[in-house]
């Protein structure tokens, strides 16, 4: 089932989710209705609460020739879609800067600056501990996502200066959640 995906002004964007204790077929539709979701919006990564809900899950998946050459060897380990479940970035490394879009801030997009290497422990949908190392385009995808739980947005990573620029977007987003 496609979920709406929730915009920036909604509380429940800024919540921290809550750690899944047990994958049950609720968690496991849940997976399904958000990547169904994801790709209806032709998005890369969708986190729960952009769907309204608070479980520590996020799904990405990264289309292998969106991927820098040189990264997609390093990632083709990792299948697409990825499913994170209570995901910790356990180490990261170099830095990368590029433009940045998020599905709750539709038609907003910034340059941001991310780790370029990550390591990442997380459940898989079949309840395995796994760990995965990632590059590019993949990592940036994982580092968003992960910030999602945490209640940190697109707009946190922004300069003072990209927010201005984007001011306008932001109140009339926000004035819309209000309004639902």
């Known amino acids: 089932m496609i979920l709406p995906i929730v915009t920036f002004g909604h509380d429940i964007l800024r ?31 969708l986190a729960a609460e952009q769907v309204g809900r608070t479980e520590s899950v996020c799904v990405i998946d990264v289309p292998r020739d969106a991927e820098k050459e040189e990264c997609r060897e390093d990632n083709a380990a990792i299948p697409m879609p990825l499913v994170l479940i209570n ?19 539709p038609e907003i997009g910034a340059p941001i600056t991310r ?14 501990r796994r760990t995965a190392t990632a590059r590019g385009l993949l990592s940036r ?9 945490h209640g940190v947005l697109l707009v946190d990573k922004m300069s003072p200066i990209q927010k201005m620029s984007v001011a306008g977007q932001l109140k009339r987003l926000q004035k819309k959640a209000r309004a639902e």
């Open 141 to 149: 995808a994982i580092q968003h996502e992960i910030d999602h739980l």
């Open 15 to 45: 919540q921290k989710a809550k750690p899944v204790a047990e994958i049950t077929n609720e968690v496991r539709q849940l997976i399904s209705d958000m990547l169904e979701s994801m790709y209806a919006a032709k998005g890369v990564g």
């Open 115 to 128: 780790a370029d290497k990550v390591t990442v422990d997380y459940t898989d949908r079949e309840g395995v």
């Open 87 to 105: 995901p910790e970035i356990t180490a990261s490394e170099g830095t990368q800067r590029n433009e940045e879009g998020c599905l709750s801030f």
